[in-house]
């Protein structure tokens, strides 16, 4: 115990004290302050040009669009809806809508490919009905068709009301919106959705960058020739163990460090009545019990893949062979990683891949973090899935231990994966 407490006290000192550790937790803290911050400056700005408009135009100004506001052209061949252009401009109050004959309709697309903003509304008769093209300059600019073809529809319907002979009232009562809402069954929420992403990109970046970092250790510390010092005051397998423990626990230093900077920088900063796409925050999916795994898959995933990197770093003799070395183990979590993210993004813990991606102990720290925090994870999978990474990495630390403990002193050329094995 005391030789793992010396390499430990060792590793993390000398981890804590690089640039790359301070400037990433600088860096991090910036842009967690950002987006603590957007929320506000969006309002901020919104309501300064929101008093700005009032405090300079009268009622009717209010009412009428910019000049230099974009445009949207209506060639109507029907009639019918150039009669109606106020049901069209309720839709897009933010645009100037002019009529235009079909003549000039060429120009217009001209016009539309100079300026991106602008949009054309066509509309011709086709078997007796009116037929509609929406035209923008690219699928990223101008005007919805959906929103377009819907308040066409209520103008049409209207239109057939009337000339069948129907009063005003009954046609406003049989065209007028339906209120609805739209529920969910399940548990999942969109905050929950959001940080289930975010926690998979975190875990990601930590099982990534700490276990570098016990490779850089051990690929440093041979090259400096430090490693046989330690060799002789401690066994390799407590050298192992030491630095897998070190980068782990400053890297829960870190990630603690960062939230609790991120609740204070949200306490204090973002509006308590912000929503995201007009649904508000709830954190009710952030439990005790859900914390706790969590934390618990943080430390498992790390883990794997450090013991797996610690075993690339031994396997060199000089830095600059370390990322060639660490390759496999490179491809192996990056697969992992976007098996966890995909089946995450596709939603649903049901189905079959889903299942696989939270079994898989290389993809199960990615996997799990996020079905839990959407409300998707049953406990017999949750109990399935710890199992079966507990174990894989009892085995993988037990393989990669003898394998370090053989190639921590070779010097000389990069072992080659064959090599490594026939050292056990």
């Known amino acids: 115990m005391r030789q793992i407490t010396t390499v430990f006290a060792y590793t993390l000192k000398e981890a804590a004290r690089k640039k790359a550790f301070i400037v990433s937790t600088v860096i991090i803290m910036i842009m967690v302050l950002a987006l603590c ?14 008093e700005e408009q009032t405090g300079t135009e009268n009622s009717a100004e209010q009412a009428a669009v910019s000049d230099d506001a974009a445009i949207c052209y209506l060639v109507d061949q029907t009639g019918i809806f150039e009669k109606n252009l106020d049901t069209l401009k309720s839709v897009y109050p933010d645009r100037n809508f002019k009529t235009a004959a079909k003549e000039e309709e060429e120009g217009i697309r001209s016009d539309i490919r100079e ?21 923008n300059a690219n699928f990223m600019k101008g005007i919805s068709s959906q929103k377009i073809s819907d ?31 739209e529920e969910a069954a399940g548990d999942m929420d969109i905050t929950g959705y959001i940080l289930g992403l975010a926690v998979v990109f975190i875990m990601f970046f930590a099982v990534y960058y700490y276990g570098y970092g016990v490779a850089m250790s051990v690929a440093s510390e041979k090259t400096s020739r430090v490693m046989e010092t330690l060799v002789v005051s401690a ?10 423990l ?32 007009g649904v508000p925050i709830d954190f009710s999916s952030i439990t005790p019990f859900t914390l706790l795994i969590l934390l618990v898959y943080f430390v498992l995933g790390y883990s794997l893949y450090a013991v797996m990197n610690s075993v690339c770093g031994a396997a060199v003799s000089k830095v600059e062979d370390l990322n060639s070395a660490m390759m496999p183990v490179m491809f192996i979590s990056l697969g992992s990683f976007y098996l966890g993210y995909f089946t995450a993004i596709a ?25 839990l925090l959407t409300g998707g994870m049953k406990a017999g999978d949750l109990a399935v899935s710890m199992g079966l990474l507990l174990i894989f990495i009892l085995v993988i630390a037990a393989v990669s231990i003898r394998v370090y403990s053989a190639s921590v002193l070779h010097y000389g050329n990069k072992l080659k994966m064959k090599e490594l094995l026939k050292m056990r």
């Open 37 to 50: 911050l957007a929320p506000r400056i969006i309002s901020a700005v919104k309501g300064s040009g929101e």
């Open 115 to 135: 300026n991106e903003n602008n949009s054309l509304i066509s509309i011709e008769e086709k078997d007796g009905l009116p037929y509609i093209r929406v035209v």
């Open 151 to 181: 308040i066409c529809n209520k103008i049409w319907q209207k239109n057939i009301l009337e000339e069948s002979g129907v009063d005003g009232e009954t046609i406003a009562r049989s065209t007028i919106s339906l209120p609805y809402t």
């Open 235 to 244: 066994k390799p397998s407590r050298i192992l163990i030491g630095k897998c």
């Open 246 to 277: 070190a980068m782990g626990v400053l890297g829960l230093l870190q990630m603690v460090g960062i939230i609790a900077f991120a609740l204070i920088c949200y306490t204090a900063f973002v509006p308590s009545n912000f929503n995201i796409g």
């Open 347 to 371: 939603g649903g813990g049901s189905s079959g891949l889903t299942k696989f991606a939270m079994y898989l102990p290389f993809s199960s720290p990615f996997s799990v973090p996020f079905t």
